[in-house]
């Protein structure tokens, strides 16, 4: 399980970094090549304006995926050490974590930093930490 929780922080890790390493050209392209795959899988209109919004939609579940997957790898890992609280750990070190993010994008061209991404990368590391205590809870009634 250890290695499970080490691979799954590591590889969401990477992905954040790679992914908002991008310039604004190739994120567009790639979260509007997905969105239009969407949009003809799911009943919404074909305009502009459903494009926007549902290719906005989906950027913010990535920035919510991603840190959840985060926090869960990183809830795995922590709950090992007994010197600091795991939730305080996972909370600290993704929020961090986004900060460092978000900075690094101020050096990615067209793309700009917020605030509210952050907010919504701790969401989603928060999300991760307590669906792997409930998961692990209910593993622990069932033996």
Not at 57 to 85: D, E, N, S
């Amino acid at each position: 399980m250890l290695a499970v929780c080490a691979v799954l922080a590591l590889a969401s890790g990477a992905a954040i970094v790679q992914l908002s390493g991008q310039d604004s050209g190739q994120s567009q392209f790639l979260s509007r090549g997905l969105t239009m795959w969407l949009m003809k899988l799911l009943p919404i209109e074909d305009t502009v304006e459903s494009l926007e919004q549902l290719n906005f939609i989906l950027r913010k579940l990535a920035h919510l995926g991603l840190y959840f997957l985060l926090g869960l790898g990183l809830t795995g890992l922590a709950l090992r050490q007994k010197k600091v609280p795991a939730a305080l750990a996972v909370i600290v070190l993704c929020g961090l974590f986004a900060l460092s993010d978000e900075f690094h994008q101020r050096f990615s061209f067209g793309r700009t930093p917020s605030g509210w991404d952050v907010l919504l990368d701790a969401c989603g590391a928060a999300a991760g930490y307590v669906v792997f205590k409930l998961l692990r809870q209910s593993r622990r009634k069932e033996a």
